[in-house]
């Protein structure tokens, strides 16, 4: 089966660090791109970052763009969302989603379960 | 960036009815347009890509049309199980945007 598992949520600091893992099985991330997507309380979706299936190039909101990093490691088949200088807004259930089988633009066709993610003091 | 306007935000509908929702694009983005379904809780399901192509395992009563800047989502006769909000994603250029959802409610 197909699947993705997120992990490595929870609370932090303004200013501090976490790092997002999403376990993939049942295929090889490493041949589409991923993206995470993020929720905040009560709020709509919001595109946060992805990779391509090479892993060559990478894409980022501009709300995140030069805090977060997106990575992945295919000898784990792995996918990594390291998040620094963190802020009360990047507060939000993060989902790790899979590029579409026939192409990465045609949507995200496979979505974990989330990892919630709390910036408080 | 670019924009994605989803309308209504809000929908009330009854069992049986066809329900239409709109998404508008700032600039064009030929059919590089998804439809998913967020219900609480759940993880989005993608409904529809490429502007109006089925995901495999959705029922048929959804139809997606358009390109270009102007798209929409039916559903031909609601469902208790459809009653959940729904979100339009281009996927033209990065950053990838949502729209910013229609919620659908039981009349």
């Known amino acids: 089966e197909v699947q993705v598992l997120e992990s490595g949520g929870g609370l932090a600091q303004p200013g501090g660090s976490l790092r997002l893992s999403c376990a993939a099985s049942?295929?090889?991330?490493?041949?589409?791109?991923m993206s995470w997507v993020r929720q905040a309380p009560g709020k709509g979706l919001e595109w946060v970052s992805g990779i391509s299936g090479s892993g060559g190039r990478t894409y980022y909101a501009d709300s995140v763009k030069g805090r977060f990093t997106i990575s992945g490691d295919n000898s784990k088949n792995t996918l990594f969302l390291q998040m620094n200088s963190l802020r009360a807004e990047d507060t939000a259930v993060y989902y790790c989603?899979?590029?579409?089988?026939?192409?990465?633009?045609?949507?995200?066709?496979?979505w974990g379960q989330g990892t919630t993610v709390t910036v408080s003091s | 960036d670019i924009q994605l306007t989803q309308s209504p935000s809000f929908l009330s509908a009854s069992v049986g009815d066809r329900v239409t929702i709109t998404c508008r694009a700032s600039q064009g983005i030929f059919s590089y347009l998804a439809w998913y379904q967020e219900k609480p809780g759940r993880a989005p399901k993608l409904l529809i890509y490429a502007a109006s192509t089925l995901q495999s395992g959705v029922p048929s009563r959804f139809s997606g049309s358009g390109s270009g800047t102007e798209f929409t989502l039916t559903i031909s006769s609601l469902q208790p199980e459809d009653f959940a909000t729904y979100y339009c994603?281009?996927?033209?250029?990065?950053?990838?945007?949502f729209g910013g959802g229609t919620k659908v409610e039981i009349e």
């Open positions: 994603q281009q996927l033209n250029s990065y950053p990838l945007t």
């Open positions: 989603s899979k590029g579409h089988q026939y192409s990465s633009s045609y949507g995200m066709d496979v």
């Open positions: 049942g295929f090889s991330f490493s041949s589409y791109a």
